[in-house]
Nanobody, 131 residues
């Protein structure tokens, strides 16, 4: 069973930074693409950034939503089964609960484009950007 623990969220002023961590268990981490998704109050989940598996066609690939390009950076540490999301120049519209999900062999763009394909979500990490 795929399990995730998201951490690193908090309250930050506009222009500030946060680094989220997603530690996974229950599956062979290297073979899975991992994505960060967020849900703003009253809205559906949206894909923020996805990173390809370490093995296979998606290896080394990353995807960013247009709204976060140039501000967010996704990375993975396979030894620690962890994916990170470094968020800089945060804006109030980045506010939401951030979740991670995994897909075996998924390409990053379709993974991020269809959050509905993931049937359930963990507890997430709350990010609030406000002055």
């Amino acid at each position: 069973q795929l399990q995730f623990v998201e951490s690193g969220g908090g309250l930050v002023q506009p222009g500030g930074s946060l680094k989220l961590s997603c530690t996974a268990s229950g599956f062979t981490f290297d073979y899975y693409s991992i994505g960060w998704f967020r849900q703003a109050p009253g809205k559906e989940h949206e894909g923020v950034s996805c990173i390809g598996s370490s093995i296979g066609r998606a290896a080394g690939s990353t995807y960013y939503a247009d709204s976060v390009k140039g501000r967010f950076t996704i990375s993975r540490d396979n030894d620690k089964n962890t994916v990170f999301l470094q968020m800089n120049s945060l804006k109030p519209e980045d506010t939401g609960v951030y979740y991670c999900a995994a897909g075996w062999g998924l390409s990053v763009q379709p993974m991020c484009a269809r959050p509905a394909q993931f049937g359930s979500w963990g507890q997430g990490a709350q990010v609030t950007v406000s002055s």
